[in-house]
């Protein structure tokens, strides 16, 4: 048996059973369950469920007769056919997960008239989650400013995000890491992007003290050069 070809088969899903049964039987063109069971060292009991299994993906056929046999489809049909269940179970999976995020959403926003923030600070960590934040948060407001230093243009996706607000962007001078710093009435949010295999890193903050002190050290910054 093909080890790589299991492992593969087992990254796409199949279960242990499955991978030793459809390989066997690729091997073998047509096989019964009995020689299925001899040939993947399979129990003779597990055989036809596993069979039925392959049979709905899509990737085994019968031949009636008696004994029953089972043949493999030809690879590039079946593997066609593989992906076609799994972009369907997928598409099912996403709507229900939607549709349970708005029934979530429809029950929280009944608790959120009655919500107040207790704290002035909150960090988020992971650049999807970030960069989804800001997207959101800036959406809803007309008058900010991003501060970036050049090293955060190294990364493509930061390069998209910045252009989507030309206009709005200033260059944060003499700064040696990739940092994105926002200040949006009263709010001050400070992003800073990290190496590989490592978390970005954002504070949002509403101190004034803190959203005065940088604003005026920015700006007249800003105004220097």
Known sequence: MSRELYEILRKLGFTQYEARVYISLLMRGTATASELSDLSNIPYTRVYDVLNQLEEKGLVATIPGRPLKFEALDPEIALSNYMAKLREELVLKLKELE??????QELLSRYKKGFVPREKTICLRGRSVILNYLKRFLASRKEYVIFYSEKALVFPEIRNFLDQY????????????????????????????????????????????????????????????
């Not at 549709?99 to 979530?104: A, D, G, L, P, T």
Request: hydrophobic share 35%.
């Open 166 to 225: 030309r206009g709005k962007t200033r260059v944060l001078r003499d700064v040696s890491t990739p940092s994105i710093i926002i200040l949006c009435d009263g709010i001050i949010l400070i992003y800073e992007l990290a190496a590989e295999k490592k978390y970005d890193y954002m504070i949002v903050s509403q101190s004034r003290p803190l959203y005065e002190l940088m604003s005026k050290c920015l700006v007249q910054s800003n105004n220097n050069d």
């Open 99 to 104: 549709e349970n995020i708005s029934k979530v």
